[in-house]
């Protein structure tokens, strides 16, 4: 008996996003090809705080939102920016993200964050044991630290949704606080630590690991942009490229901020924007933190790489197109010095990535309603580290047609109409 053809799958996109789906297609007996111009895990994948975080399950927009946003927006140290010229193109996508702030949905978001991320260890493992990548995630939890004595109790609302999604939640005072982290700055009186969360060490070099394992069982990775894909008998079966067409059986769209415009190829029009966040990176300097830390009250990360400190945060919206304000990344670092007692000398990187964000916090990981070989792997905010290896075991389980690890419904593609 004739064997049959093993079945193929094209990946556009190789971020965190499609490096996953295509570790778990081949899992699932898949032949994969993915195609992105740049090399595996080097856009927003590369430069990120690298949080892998189960317990992650707060909503960027909430209830409080309407109230904060004119302060962050006058302050020009503040966590937020709008590129005014970028306002009237970014309105639609505002309102459905003050939409999303309201208290009933948050509460449904934060359950499907919560569904999301907390298989995110049991996800990741076979593939950082493939990919001899175990060194790179470390379970050390996650602070966050307030200047103020009562820094938790204005953050309530956060703290019940953790508890209701069964995150283990630790109130800490500022002596519980120097014992546990000494390198940070006295300035901090009050603190919540969540001890199951976890931190990649390096999450372009986790992405190239990923990429590689991906190509040593046999996948080949094309530098090449898709442009437009062409239809036969109402489906898609070919992608023009830059290195000319190639054949698609399966396709999976994970080009994170840049998704839209191939979603909309293919009959699917979704309200994607990027939230730009930027980095400075002090290379090789050693602050002894060794806790994941955002400071609570500025909303940035402290975060201990192999390579050194990275401060990471700030949401800038100005689309895709505005080039980066690299004032953004050294004012991390100028918050950063405050908020560690030494931050060592040492060259600075400094980075902008592009988050892949819909304005209900939530990715569309989905078949397509139009389409029996397309699925859609994008939008994960910023998330996509924590969301990647379970958006790469669903994208596997949807395409085969095996039960889904989770309930694939609160992230289709169809839910903005
Ligand atoms: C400052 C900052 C801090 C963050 N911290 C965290 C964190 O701690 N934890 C966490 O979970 N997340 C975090 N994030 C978010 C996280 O980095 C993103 O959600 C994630 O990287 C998105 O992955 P992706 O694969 O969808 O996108 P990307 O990594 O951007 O990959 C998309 C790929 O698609 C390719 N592409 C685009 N168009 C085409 C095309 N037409 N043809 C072929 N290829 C194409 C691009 O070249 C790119 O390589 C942070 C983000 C930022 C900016």
Known sequence: MA?????????????????????????????????????????????NAGGICPGSCIPIAGPG????????????????????????????????????????????????????????????????????????????????????????????????????????????????????????APIFRSAVFLPEQGQCANPGRLVANLA????????????????????????PASLATDQGTRPVETLVVAAGAWSAPLARQLGCKVPLETERGYHAMVAGADTGLRTQTIWAERKFVA??????????????????????????ADLLLRQGRRMLRHVPEGTVGRWMGHRPSLPDSLPVISASPHHDNVFF???????????????????????SGAPPVIDPAPYRVDRFH
């Open 65 to 184: 939102m309407l109230r904060n946003l004119p302060g962050w927006l006058m302050d020009k140290e503040g966590p937020l920016h709008i590129r005014l010229a970028y306002l009237p193109a970014l309105l639609p996508w505002l309102l459905r993200f003050l939409a999303a702030g309201r208290v009933a949905e948050v509460r449904r978001i934060s359950s499907a964050m919560r569904a999301l991320h907390a298989p995110t260890f049991a996800c990741y493992e076979p593939l950082l044991r493939a990919s001899g990548s175990t060194d790179l995630l470390a379970k050390r939890g996650q602070l966050f630290v307030y200047e103020s004595a009562d820094g938790p109790a204005h953050d309530a609302f956060g703290l019940s949704l953790r508890r209701d999604a069964g995150v283990k939640v630790e109130i800490l005072d500022q002596s519980d606080l120097r014992d546990l982290e000494p390198a940070l």
């Open 212 to 235: 590689r394992a991906v190509e040593r069982d046999g996948g080949i990775i094309r530098r090449t942009r898709v442009h437009a894909i062409t239809m036969q008998d109402g489906k």
């Open 303 to 328: 975060a201990p790489m192999e390579e050194g400190i990275r401060f990471a945060g700030t949401v800038e919206l100005a689309g895709l197109a505005a080039p980066p304000n690299m004032r953004r």
């Open 3 to 47: 064997e049959a053809a093993q079945p193929s799958a094209t990946i556009i996109g190789a971020g965190i996003i499609g490096i996953c789906c295509a570790s778990y297609l081949q899992r699932a007996g898949y032949a994969v090809e993915i195609l992105d111009p740049e090399p595996p895990g080097t856009m927003c994948s590369y430069g």
């Open 377 to 399: 792997a994008f939008g994960h905010g910023h998330m996509g580290l924590i969301g990647g290896s379970v958006t790469g075991r669903l994208i596997a389980d949807l395409v």
